[in-house]
């Protein structure tokens, strides 16, 4: 099992590197101290695992999560227990609460073992939980581009609209615009209705942009 660490202290990822050093059957691919380098890791490596810290700066844990198009399987490891059942709604394997044991550890990795095992698509699990929530209010807030050569995460509100162009979706800034790997029927279950609407099948605008949406710069539509 090829696992990734996500964590902004370096004690604690020191400290899990140990753990997981006597734990049989995983490799260590990469360790993250912050958000955006976790969804560049996560990119690049495609673990089958991510030990994910949720308080970060810049971009907790939820959000490494939400910003991904097929998330991979996560067993958070933090210190604030008021989080557990947050972790559970975006169907994290597990939830381990600092400082835990080696055995606890391996129970978690062994967990997601199983899943690996029995060939569970984690995305395809991951769509019907993020359909409820979208449903109940809970919008998709982050979304990861790749710019050049980098990972970035755009807050959703910066965005003036979203296009299909050469069937390929592109996200709009202004003048900055930025494929994403994502369906524009995907982002438009997951995006709020009361700023983002759909103003052509092959077009989404956030009526709350800040500059000129497609309507008025008049794009080619096919």
């Known amino acids: 099992m090829r696992i990734l660490i996500v964590d902004d202290e370096t004690p604690a990822r020191e400290r899990l590197k140990r753990l997981l050093a006597d734990i049989a059957g995983v490799e260590l691919v990469g360790e993250a101290e912050n958000g955006p380098q976790a969804l560049t890791l996560i990119e690049q490596e495609q673990p089958d695992l991510v030990l994910l810290d949720i308080q970060m700066p810049g971009l907790d844990g939820f959000g490494v999560i939400e910003a991904l198009a097929e998330p991979p399987p996560v067993v958070f490891v933090t210190v ?37 095992a029995e060939a569970q698509d984690f995305a395809s699990r991951l769509a019907p939980l993020l359909e409820s929530l979208a449903s109940q209010g809970h919008y998709l807030t982050r979304l990861a581009v790749r710019d050049q050569n980098r990972i ?70 096919g």
């Open 80 to 116: 604030y227990n008021e989080y557990a059942i947050r972790a559970f709604e975006v169907n994290a394997l597990d939830y381990l609460l600092k400082p835990f044991s080696k055995e606890r550890l391996e129970k978690a990795i062994h967990r997601a073992q199983e899943v690996q």
């Open 152 to 221: 970035r995460v755009l807050d959703v509100g910066e965005l003036d609209w979203i296009g299909v162009e050469n069937e390929q979706t592109v996200v709009h800034i202004g003048s900055e615009a930025y494929p994403i790997q994502r369906t524009l029927t995907d982002l438009e279950a997951r995006l709020d209705p009361a700023c983002f609407f759909r103003a052509h099948r092959s077009i989404l605008v956030n009526h709350e942009g800040r500059s000129q949406h497609p309507l008025r710069r008049r794009p080619e539509i």
